[in-house]
């Protein structure tokens, strides 16, 4: 609350950072963590545990877990067609990032604050933001037609990077609201902004970690590391893992597997939580992969190879939820099917719902860019305005 910065870069984050994350989370060993494997086996790890909270059975929440990443990677397949069919511009796939997406979602409490960037459809599931907004962004029609303020789920950042400054500055605002590290869990409130291992390599990323660390602002760093920004390899950003970053700037940092959603969703948690009790940042690796391409605009068979990619396939997010209920006999096979059949209703309503989206008028691109209409702009309205009634009776 004060503004001023952790004893040790670990303070607060359990009982000391080379305890917690242990020798190989500080030098690159084994360091995941994970509590279910590709396999779909349950591990224990000695610092995170999954912990859906009071009043939630554990099965109910693992099985809510995996009907929004079916649910998410339905929107992120329809989508794709949609634009391969020529109904959006472009689209921004998420193939292979459910877990570290829908994880990090659930995590958060309803006060807490998400900045995106253009990829981050499963966050914003879980945040209740209908998809079809997100299809109006793509398709061309509005600029991100939703009040962030209805769900704290800002708009996408399209510059790369630049949302992590925007969300160390919110944050900075909720430590001067007073909503930081007051104990009352309905009222403290965290940050968390979403970025991948491209945009790590960006100034504004490191600039916010340094304003974070030095105002000990309650945000959570959140990196989706899926091995590729565009076509550049991680290999050639990085000489160490990204989440051993975070120490040169004062704060823990811990990587987590990203294709695991109980692990995603529990360091999500603690992080979450030790930025509202505000003992400041902490940078999150969810180390996952990109199965699909960046966007509908690249083709990933030009720098990657495709045994890598069956590598990752064996991994998947969903199959392990799934292959975790049916061992163990926590669902029927008839809640899967209901799932399925979920899925396809979304897709039929994202399909219809895609094409009905109504085309802005012309003059619109001039409204709502500032609160109030500026002289310069009306006159760039009217003579924009007299330019298309020069067309009118036109053959």
């Known amino acids: 609350m004060d503004g001023t910065a952790p004893a040790s870069p670990g303070a607060g984050f359990g009982p000391d950072l080379a305890e917690v994350f242990g020798p190989s989370q500080q030098h690159g060993g084994p360091e995941l963590v994970q509590l279910l494997t590709p396999e779909g086996e349950r591990v224990e790890h000695a610092e995170f545990r999954f912990d859906p909270g009071p009043g939630v059975a554990e099965d109910e929440a693992i099985r809510g877990l995996y009907r929004d990443m079916v649910l998410v990677r339905r929107i992120d397949t329809e989508s794709t067609a949609l634009q391969r069919h020529g109904e959006l511009g472009i689209w921004a796939q998420l193939l292979g990032q459910e877990a570290a997406q829908v994880g990090a979602g659930r995590a958060l409490r309803p006060q807490d604050f998400v900045f995106p960037t253009y990829r981050e459809h499963g966050v914003a599931w879980c945040r209740g933001l209908d998809p079809l907004k997100l299809l109006g962004l793509f398709r061309g029609v509005d600029h991100g037609d939703w009040d962030p303020k209805d769900v704290n789920f800002g708009l996408y950042t399209i510059v790369i990077g630049a949302q ?4 160390t500055g919110y944050a900075m605002g909720m430590q001067r609201d007073g909503v930081v590290g007051t104990g009352d869990p ?7 902004a979403h970025f991948g291992d491209g945009a790590s390599s960006q100034g504004d990323v490191n600039e916010s970690f340094i304003f974070a660390a030095s105002y000990n602002a309650p945000v959570v760093f959140f990196c989706q590391n899926n091995q ?35 692990a995603t969703y529990a360091v999500t948690q603690a992080a979450l939580q030790r930025a509202r009790e505000g003992q400041g940042p902490t940078f999150v690796e969810a180390y996952t992969y990109r199965m699909g391409a960046h966007t509908t605009t690249d083709d990933p068979t030009r ?20 292959a975790y ?3 163990n006999g ?6 899967f099917d209901a799932v399925a059949t979920e899925a396809d209703e979304l897709g039929v ?17 001039f409204d709502r860019v500032y609160a109030e209409m500026t002289p310069e702009l009306e006159a760039q309205k009217a003579e924009y305005a007299a330019y298309l009634s020069s067309f009118e009776g036109a053959h």
Do not use: M
């Open 164 to 167: 992590t400054l925007h969300a």
């Open 186 to 192: 309905d009222r403290d409130a965290a940050v968390i």
């Open 228 to 262: 590729w920004a565009i076509s550049e390899p991680i290999e050639r950003q990085t000489r160490i893992p990204l989440y051993q970053r975070a120490l040169g700037f004062g704060f823990p940092g811990v990587r987590v597997d990203g294709n695991d959603v109980l």
């Open 303 to 322: 720098y990657r190879l495709s045994d890598d990619v069956e590598s990752w396939k064996l991994r998947d997010p969903i199959a392990r939820v799934e």
């Open 325 to 327: 209920l049916k061992r």
């Open 330 to 335: 926590l669902a029927e096979q008839s809640f």
């Open 349 to 365: 309503r994202l399909r219809e719902g895609c094409k009905a989206l109504p085309d802005p008028q012309p003059l619109d691109v």
